[in-house]
């Protein structure tokens, strides 16, 4: 069936340090892919996203990384800041109605 | 203007109530949405407008009656909630329904039924 995971519920990182989030989908017809932040009592917003055609796409500080083969797909920040701390959730939009299925979620919890 | 307007904020009420949940935006965007969020869970789409028609209902029960008067406004009509209808309401629009169009939401109103 058509589903979006993640490995895991929670990430601790230190200031500074790169965060890696990790996405598993189960239907190889996923053809584009979006990354969501969501802070503390804010809704979802943008962060990136990524079509099948491609392995990888930087933003600012951002990094995904698409691995069709394995149906992983992965959110990299670089340099981690206080800022990030938030739930971050993947997506793929489903059928013709744009209609958003989100995986779990991760929270980034960044340390001083 | 980017931004996807939700009032209230906060809302509280109760089982016999009737409320609504509002929704603008000003970005001529002509698809827009309702998701649900429980607590520490992701949010699930509720209801699709496209064109002001509605499109999609995801078997929401009929105490929400959503409802699109113009192309920049959404509302969701509540009546006879139930407590574990408390949740984060997000509104969502995007230019159109084709899957690779950006959906930007709103800051949801969260929702007590008490």
């Known amino acids: 069936g058509e589903s979006v995971g993640l490995h895991l519920p929670t990430l601790s990182v230190q200031e500074g340090d790169n965060s890696i989030i990790n996405c598993a989908y189960s239907?190889?017809?996923?053809?584009?892919f979006i990354w969501y932040k969501q802070e503390s009592g804010k809704g979802p917003q943008f962060i990136i996203d990524i079509r099948s055609n491609m392995d990888k796409r930087q933003g600012q500080r951002v990094t995904v990384l698409l691995n069709k083969t394995v149906k992983h797909l992965s959110l990299q920040i670089a340099a981690t800041q206080p800022g990030d701390s938030a739930v971050y959730f993947c997506a793929r939009p489903l059928g013709g109605y744009n209609k958003l299925i989100f995986g779990a979620g991760t929270r980034l919890a960044v340390h001083p | 203007d980017t931004e996807v307007t939700q009032t209230p904020k906060h809302l509280v009420m109760g089982m016999t109530n009737k409320k609504s949940l509002k929704c603008e935006q000003h970005?001529?965007?002509?698809?827009m949405y309702w998701y649900k969020q429980k607590a520490k869970k992701p949010p699930e789409l509720m209801f699709v407008?496209?064109?002001?028609?509605?499109?999609i209902n995801e078997s929401v029960p009929s105490r929400f009656s959503p409802e699109c008067p113009n192309s920049s406004l959404l509302n969701l009509h509540l009546h006879a909630l139930q407590p574990e209808d408390s949740a984060l309401y997000l509104c969502?629009?995007?230019?159109?329904?084709?899957?690779?169009?950006?959906?930007?939401f709103g800051q949801g109103t969260r929702l007590t039924v008490v």
């Open positions: 969502a629009s995007s230019q159109g329904l084709a899957q690779d169009t950006e959906a930007f």
């Open positions: 970005m001529g965007h002509r698809a």
């Open positions: 239907n190889s017809a996923s053809d584009y």
């Open positions: 407008y496209s064109y002001e028609k509605l499109s």
